[in-house]
């Protein structure tokens, strides 16, 4: 008995696009130039409010911007200055270098718990774990010796006598970047 013959296939054939696929692109494709006839329409309506604008401060003798700078701030410009502040402050904060500080310090039988900054004191207030006392101290003699720290102390540590091994469990608080 001979085998039967096998055929394989090794061209891809030819995709057959549906109708409704074709109807899909198509409407996509007149939406998309809606939206750019829309955007251009606006473009130009931007550019002749514009010129109109410098036309009525031509005329006025003093840019309207001026005029703007000149005249005190509302308490929501206050508010918004403060907020756009309390931001820029945020993100100049120099977590990087603020976390390596923190990890260089030996602590192979101390857990950082939580860490808690402060931007706007410059302070950090980490919570940590250490086996015994003298791990505990040893952590922070360490923090106090980073250069990129400043008066770390610390704050409060209690022994957990519920959990096994009775480890202590303290709080340190430092301050950063005031050298800068």
Known sequence: MKPPRLQIDFVQRRRVHSKAGLVMLAVALLAAGGALYQLADVAALNARMASTLQAVEARRGAPASLAKASAKPNASELARTRAVRQVSQRLTTPWAELLDSLESAPSRSVAILSIEPSVSKH??????EAKTSADMLGYLTALQQ???????????HQV???TPGTPVRFQVQAGWGMGE
């Open 146 to 156: 980073e250069p990129r720290l400043s008066s770390a102390v610390l704050v409060s």
């Open 123 to 128: 302070s950090v207030r980490i919570t940590a």
């Open 160 to 162: 957990q006598a519920q």
